[in-house]
């Protein structure tokens, strides 16, 4: 009984010592990223000397051989390809729309505008009147007046939601299943407002999606101002435009997703996988999207290796393959996992941005999340802590085959984000070196903290 008494007097002061212990391994993680963090540095190579990164590309197959090369010289147990087929959609030409009437009478007002991803090409130039609609009630309402129109969807983002991606859940729907939508009534083209909150005139590309069941009509994204601009005017006045687009896809490409493996003392078969993806859109260095998760996933094994930790779990840093465009890289991924019969009991994504990081979003269970949200003290050095909702498209296909799975990503600042997303700006000059290292100091200190006392309560 005297045993005992005295174990339940020394407890608390186990508990806090390996409070501080765990403290002290974070910190010099941290010191380290944020004195010799290569990240900043990787990050200018993919986006100045590979530059945009289509799915399909030569760009993109480089960038995969330069993720492989990095990541074997910065000597993991293990670095390999897991080969991949993508689609390779290719733009194929400059993407055009314009005002040429009002009113039945002739302008010429050109209109800011990008092709989305995935569109056909319009095989020549399409005029016709404009039917603008804020939201796909009044597209339902109005479908006895859209055939032989050019739809125009006014997807702006709810100014009212703080969480962008919230607002962006909700206007992304026009971008993905709006041509279909529009060509199911008779439309002969589609323009969207671009998915942005920047108070200019980049138009912003991004995934779409064709229903089979209706004709494959062009589809592309205004420039902000331009597209308000327009809905303004279609309010007061009768429209007429015209667009040409010329995208078209080749065979699916032979890719690969890149994985480094630092294999685990204790559950060697137990994987926690961290990563983001490699692909881009063609008109920008994709710097935040995702250069700045794929340097991050690097920044986390350089760190590991340079203070000689020796993980419990086998841990992957994965480079993956178009998540862009079509999401075969995280699918083959988890299609390989299930093939070899893999427990993956954590994975990690940012794929977010390379902006201040606010949190670790977790996805698990009530009682799973509970045992996270106390690592919160832990974190808060570091400007974070632990919140409910995480995931990412890469590792969300995990869950399919394995629902105990926990999800997790890195969320940034997010208010800036959509400024660039897909569009142009999205270049190497607009990421901020201290931003991007704090954001693998989270990720290294919740893959750490994961690793060291799993996942269950």
Known sequence: MRQLFAFMLCFPLL?????????????????????????????????KKIGGRLAGSPQQQNAAIWGKRNMDALQADKVYFQPCKTPAWQRGGKDFAAIVGVNGVATNTPLAALALGNSLGSNGLIEAEVLAVANFDE????????KGKIVYYHSVFDATKVQTFKAYGESGIYRGSGASRAAKYG???????????????????????????????PAVALGPNDAKALYAMTKKSTVRAQMQTYGFFLSDADEN???????????????????????????????????AGVVQTMEVLRTMKALHYQPKHTIRFVLFANEENGGRGGAKYAELAKLNKEKHIFALESDEGGFTPRSIGITSSEAQFKRFEKWSALLKPFGTEITS????????????????????????????YFDLHHAKTDVFENVNKRELLLGAVNIAAIIYLVDQYGVNP
């Open 15 to 47: 508990v806090q010592a390996q409070v501080n212990q765990d403290s002290i391994q974070l910190k010099k993680m941290s010191d380290e990223i944020l004195t010799n963090g290569k990240a900043y540095d990787l990050l200018r190579e993919l986006t």
């Open 139 to 146: 597209l339902e309402k109005r479908k006895d007046e859209v």
């Open 187 to 217: 439309a002969v083209g589609v323009m969207i407002h671009s998915l942005s909150t920047a108070p200019d005139n980049a138009p912003h590309t991004g995934g779409m999606r064709y229903d089979d069941a209706y004709p494959k009509i």
């Open 257 to 291: 997703n890149v994985v480094a493996e630092l294999k685990g003392s204790t559950y060697p078969d137990e994987i926690i996988t961290i990563g983001g993806h490699l692909d881009s859109w063609d008109v920008n260095e994709g710097a935040h999207d995702d250069g």
């Open 389 to 416: 909702g995480g995931g990412g498209a890469d590792i969300g296909p995990l869950v399919g085959y394995d629902k105990s799975i926990i999800l997790s990503s890195l969320i940034p600042d997010s208010q800036r």
